[in-house]
């Protein structure tokens, strides 16, 4: 190696280690702050899957609908926002949502890597919508992925719902990956890391609700118990449906058992199957699919519209089930 050589390779090494590193972020670093009010109105909506050969008035026209029903503190969407969409698509869609004036947020479903545009950009822009709500509140935009945490995902977050100084409730915002490629395709689950980011980030003596796409295996024995006694299907009389197998991963990596011993998450949501839409007390934890939001894909036409999460101030939860059909908007 030439003197010159000598001189440039620890340079090179430092600029590349620099670069590949890997931060060690602590529980706070994750946490995003929003106020609680008084029967807070979380509208979930999930499955959106809007694309750039979709007509996108028609998917507007149709959510404004869900969302003027439901008057929400908080949008989240539950994954699969996009499928093959384009950056373009995406803006218009993120700018559509901010004219709502209502604080929003979303996770990721294993459609939205099928799309104009990398994972990476899209948390690069949502964390960007993040910074300027944090800045001078230009932006509705409750969104947080630290690129260079190396947890398994890109979108593990909590926001916390803040009673004065104190953190009344978490809701805990995670990403339930995409397919399992290494395991030879099927879909992907809780990494050992996220898990372990779960029992780290989550305060054991604060109540929380979770929100991801992919429901956890145990959503199987949740419906084979309410099959059993269906006082535990929390849905109105006869709505709430299992018109399809839940596609879980087949491994399952024992998240579940984690979240019970922590004793804090007392509701989870999630979307996936679009034609099952119920929600069980399933041993203390209500497990909910969505209600899909949008006729792309596959869908019941009968079965679309939204779901309002109710937050009361013990804690409580309730639901309000939010049903429309394009009809009304052609
Ligand atoms: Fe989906």
Redesign the pocket.
């Known amino acids: 190696m030439s003197k010159k050589g000598l001189f440039l390779f620890p340079s090179i090494m430092a600029i590349c280690l620099s670069a590949c590193a890997v931060k060690n972020y602590e529980a706070k670093d994750y946490v995003l702050k929003m106020n609680y009010s008084d029967d807070f109105r979380i509208l979930q909506l ?2 959106t ?1 809007v694309g750039d050969k979709d007509n996108m008035k028609l998917h507007y026209d149709f959510m404004d609908l869900t969302i003027k029903d439901a008057n929400p503190d908080l949008i989240v969407i539950t ?2 926002v996009f499928t093959f969409a384009s950056k373009g698509t995406a803006k218009e869609f993120f700018n559509w949502l901010e004219g709502h004036n209502v604080p929003w947020t979303l996770t990721f ?3 939205d890597e099928q799309c104009f545009f990398s994972i990476d950009w899209l948390t690069g822009y949502l964390n960007g919508l993040n910074a300027k709500r944090e800045k001078d509140g230009s932006s509705h935009c409750y969104f947080k992925d630290l690129q260079d945490d190396n947890i398994q995902g890109n979108s593990n977050f909590i926001i916390n719902l803040m009673n004065g100084e104190n953190a009344f409730e978490q809701l805990v915002i995670m990403d339930s990956n995409r397919y399992n490629y290494k395991g030879y395709f099927g879909y992907d689950y809780f990494h050992q890391d996220q898990i372990d980011w779960y029992s780290r980030c989550v305060e054991a003596s604060v109540p929380s609700l979770m929100f991801y796409h992919i429901p956890l295996p145990e959503v199987r024995d949740a419906w084979a118990a309410a099959k059993e006694d269906q006082s535990l299907i929390l849905n109105p009389v006869g709505e709430g449906q299992q018109n399809e197998e839940p596609c879980n991963p087949d491994y399952n990596s024992g998240f579940y058992k984690v979240i019970k011993e922590k004793g804090s998450t007392h509701g989870m949501y999630f ?2 199957d ?1 034609i099952n839409n119920y929600i069980i007390n399933y041993d203390g934890i209500h497990f909910g699919y969505g209600i899909k939001a949008t006729d792309r ?1 596959y869908a019941d036409d009968s079965m679309l519209g939204g779901r309002v999460i109710k937050l009361a101030n013990d804690h409580s939860l309730s639901y309000e089930d939010i049903y429309h059909t394009y009809a009304e908007v052609k």
Do not use: A
């Open positions: 999930t499955d899957h994954g699969d479903g294993n459609h979307g996936h679009h894909v």
